[in-house]
């Protein structure tokens, strides 16, 4: 089945720890991305990745990181997570020239 | 930055009534695409039209486009309980990089 997995679905950490939220699609698409999710804000794009080792801020990159050495995976870091970064994170691909994003089933994250 | 804005906010119709939603974005685009999300969850594509494109149908969906106000309509008929869900507009550019800019949503409640 074509599918972006995303993991874990829910995470509830401490201030100042590293995490890692992993993203992986079997579609072979170039483009990856990462959103958040607040209310009243709708989505914004955190980073993105057109294809292994090209990767661009999105409008929300600050406190983030991301790589993409492989195809098929897309992890976004959080090096040291802050309570403003407790939201929704939704991961999505697609093949370049966008016939329609396909998405992960998100990631709650609170941060304490 | 938001490019998509839809109206109403929020909407609750009967059971097999029609429901419309109505996008507003700012700058030209490639394409605008529309998306489902169920409570909490990953985004579903729903359907794309492209900026040359002024109507396009999918099922009971029926979206149009007009480029030179910079709107959009999503009309789903007929409408039944499993779409009440939020519904996103999108807007696609690629001017040198791909983006994809999420609106805030509508939140359809269908009564049964």
């Known amino acids: 089945e074509a599918q972006v997995t995303q993991n874990p679905r829910y995470l509830i950490t401490v201030t100042g720890k590293k995490l890692t939220v992993t993203c992986s699609q079997n579609?072979?698409?170039?483009?990856m991305s990462w959103y958040r999710q607040d209310p009243g804000l709708g989505l914004r794009q955190i980073y993105y990745s057109m294809n292994v080792e090209v990767t661009d801020k999105g409008d929300v990159p600050e406190g983030y990181k991301v790589s993409r050495k492989e195809k098929r995976n897309f992890p976004l870091i959080l090096e040291s997570p802050s309570p403003n970064q407790t939201s929704l994170y939704f991961c999505?691909?697609?093949?370049?020239?966008?016939?329609?994003?396909?998405f992960g089933s998100g990631t709650r994250l609170t941060v304490v | 930055s938001q490019q998509g804005e839809e109206d109403p906010q929020a909407l609750s119709i009967q059971e097999g009534e029609n429901a419309t939603m109505n996008c507003s974005y700012k700058t030209s685009i490639n394409n605008l695409q529309w998306y489902r999300q169920n409570s909490g969850r990953g985004l579903v594509h729903l359907i794309l039209?492209?900026?040359?494109?002024r109507e396009k149908h999918s099922g009971r969906l029926r979206v149009t486009l007009d480029t030179s106000k910079k709107s959009s309509s999503l009309l789903i008929t007929a409408s039944r309980a499993a779409d009440t869900a939020s519904y996103f507009c999108a807007t696609f550019t690629n001017f040198g990089n791909e983006k994809l800019t999420f609106g805030t949503g509508t939140r359809l409640t269908i009564i049964p």
């Open positions: 579609m072979n698409h170039e483009y």
């Open positions: 039209i492209r900026s040359n494109e």
């Open positions: 999505a691909s697609s093949f370049v020239g966008n016939y329609g994003y396909t």
